[in-house]
């Protein structure tokens, strides 16, 4: 077999994002090949959210495809955020047709995309008034921004990771907003392992209890201390 060094590597994954494909400036098409999903009706905020994600880690290793990333982040940030300013929060709408809904886990995945972004703390805001007294998470809003019965084996896990990412990296000075993050999390941690325990199909909460780990380790972190008691 032959070997697989780390430049092998990296090439693969910048050729991989420089094949991206628009569908505009702020959306991406979902596949190439023989099926390409083009059709605005298969538009899905989290898929958009996530290749984000992806796109900004590796813009670590090319940082020279930066410019056309931070132009289509804008574009989407136009087309998707909207604000709440008498209820001090921010949160990420998505729009099909005449219908519009809002998905806890895609203000989880912002985070992961976007963890250094002034609008971060608005999201956070309204990810932990969309927190329930038992502890886990409101998981889908409509139109209106009425909670729904819908709940999904995902979402929960994208938020906790998403909340988490946005601990352990953020330059953001709000101690009180970081606080209560962690009283979210461990909140929604003592909820979901008496009554859900960890699904083997839920990758996103295996890596938000990865992140969690990353975060209760990290000494230099300003919340360590309060983090640790997660651990207990």
Known sequence: MNEISSNVLNEIITNAAKAWVFEDESRFYYGEGP????????????RNIGIRWVQNEILKLEPELNDNAKFS??????????DDLMNNFSYFEEHKFTKSKTLIGAQGLFLLAYPN?????GVIEFI???QLPTG????????RLYPTAFRSNYYT?????GMARWLRVSKSDNVNLKERTVIAITRALNFLFP??????YSHWMFYALTEI????HEKSHVLHDDVSCMAK
């Open 213 to 216: 780990h990353l975060l209760m």
């Open 195 to 200: 009554n859900y325990g960890v699904k083997s």
């Open 117 to 121: 972004a002034d609008v971060c703390e």
């Open 35 to 46: 099926i390409v999903y083009n059709d605005k009706a298969k538009y899905n905020l989290m």
């Open 128 to 130: 932990l008034k969309s």
């Open 73 to 82: 982040s804008e574009l989407f940030l136009q087309s998707a955020l909207r």
């Open 157 to 161: 896990g994208e938020v906790l990771f």
């Open 136 to 143: 886990d998470f409101i998981h889908k809003f409509d139109s």
